[in-house]
């Protein structure tokens, strides 16, 4: 069964440090997502990427992250300056028209 | 600003009963709504969907039910299995699974006893 793929698993990072979290969606899949999830409570969208640029992003999403789809098969995300506030699991997700998104197993980021 | 709400943070069963999650919305543009599960350490799986045309959606021990006018859905999973114990997320979405985002409730935490 096809799938997304996260990498690292875990990621600990110093607090101002770059991080980019990577995903390889499905590969039939034309829209792309990010979502994160805070210990203990829900699962957040961040945001939506579709023919190689943003199609929705939410209030978290400022100018401290950044995607891209560099080479027509990962999708990343980029942190550029972590806050202790950022830990969180994060979740890429892909879909095809129609259907519901298929998630990664997520990233786990800890800024200490 | 919860517009999808799960009341019930956790939920205990006997193996065999049913089990029923409960989520309320408040946004009137979603229609199309969906139910996933997710174990620790894993991603969110989708597990079944309705759209606002249906009030019923049945895929095996899986039932969703739909009251538009309520703006309320269930989830029935009938006989309940130690194997479904896990968190339980209703998300909505204005289009029926395109590009638009997913807005999850915060989950209920089924425990399927033996």
């Known amino acids: 069964e096809p799938e997304v793929t996260q990498t690292p698993s875990h990621q600990v990072t110093q607090m101002g440090q770059e991080v980019i979290l990577r995903c390889v969606p499905i590969?039939?899949?034309?829209?792309f997502y990010w979502y994160r999830q805070i210990l203990g409570q829900k699962v957040e969208f961040l945001v939506s990427?579709?023919?190689?640029?943003?199609?929705?992003k939410s209030e978290i999403f400022d100018d401290q992250f950044s995607v891209e789809r560099p080479d027509g098969s990962n999708f990343t995300l980029k942190i550029r300056s972590t806050k202790l506030e950022d830990s969180a699991m994060y979740f890429c997700?892909?879909?095809?028209?129609?259907?519901?998104?298929?998630f990664g197993s997520g990233t786990r980021l800890t800024v200490v | 600003d919860q517009q999808v709400k799960q009341n019930s943070p956790s939920l205990s069963v006997q193996e065999g009963r049913i089990s029923i999650l409960n989520c309320d919305y408040t946004?009137?543009?979603?229609?199309?709504f969906l139910w996933y599960k997710k174990y620790p350490a894993e991603g969110p799986t989708f597990l079944i969907s309705?759209?606002?045309?249906?009030d019923k959606n049945e895929d095996g021990r899986f039932t969703v039910f739909l009251n538009k006018s309520a703006k309320h859905l269930s989830l029935h999973i009938v006989p309940s299995q130690p194997g479904d114990s896990a968190v339980y997320f209703c998300?909505?979405?204005?289009?029926?699974?395109?590009?638009?985002?997913?807005?999850f409730g915060k989950g209920t935490k089924l425990t399927v006893n033996p």
């Open positions: 946004n009137s543009m979603f229609d199309y």
């Open positions: 590969s039939n899949h034309l829209y």
């Open positions: 309705i759209s606002s045309i249906k």
């Open positions: 997700a892909s879909s095809a028209q129609a259907y519901g998104y298929t």
């Open positions: 998300a909505a979405s204005p289009i029926q699974g395109g590009s638009e985002k997913l807005v």
């Open positions: 990427f579709y023919n190689n640029e943003i199609s929705e």
